[in-house]
């Protein structure tokens, strides 16, 4: 299972840190993804990272703004948002992929809950 949390209100430039935490096997040997989606739209691709750790992968619109980590040792991965805009607002998810960090939502096979961001203008 997957708990996405650290959602919540925050003003344009403020930031947040999400945590999603796992257990089981849905963690070991998986790449995790972060994906949201907003009111009316698809859910899109934010960020992912490797197993390791050594490899990430973020998408334009949020790169140099958001940062993806993990600590396995406490099966936690970490989405540090800063600088953020209004147009982030969005119910977060966290998925596991055992191919790897993909931007593909089908090669998630383990989703989390998500957890809202609200940022005001």
């Known amino acids: 299972q997957l708990q996405a949390s650290g959602g919540g209100l925050v003003q344009a430039g403020g930031s947040l840190r999400l945590s999603c935490a796992a257990s089981?096997?849905?963690?070991?040997?998986?790449?995790i993804g972060w994906f949201r989606q907003a009111p009316g739209k698809e859910r899109e691709f934010v960020a992912a990272?490797?197993?390791?750790?050594?490899?990430?992968v973020y998408a334009d619109s949020v790169k140099g703004r958001f940062t993806i980590s993990r600590d396995n040792a406490k099966s936690t991965v970490y989405l540090q948002m800063n600088s953020l805009k209004p147009e982030d607002t969005a119910v977060y998810y966290c998925?596991?992929?055992?191919?790897?960090?993909?931007?593909?939502?089908?090669?998630?096979?383990?989703w989390g809950q998500g957890t809202l961001v609200t940022v005001s203008s």
């Open positions: 990272i490797t197993w390791s750790g050594s490899s990430t």
């Open positions: 089981g096997r849905t963690f070991s040997s998986r790449a």
């Open positions: 998925a596991a992929s055992l191919p790897g960090p993909s931007e593909r939502t089908y090669e998630y096979d383990y």
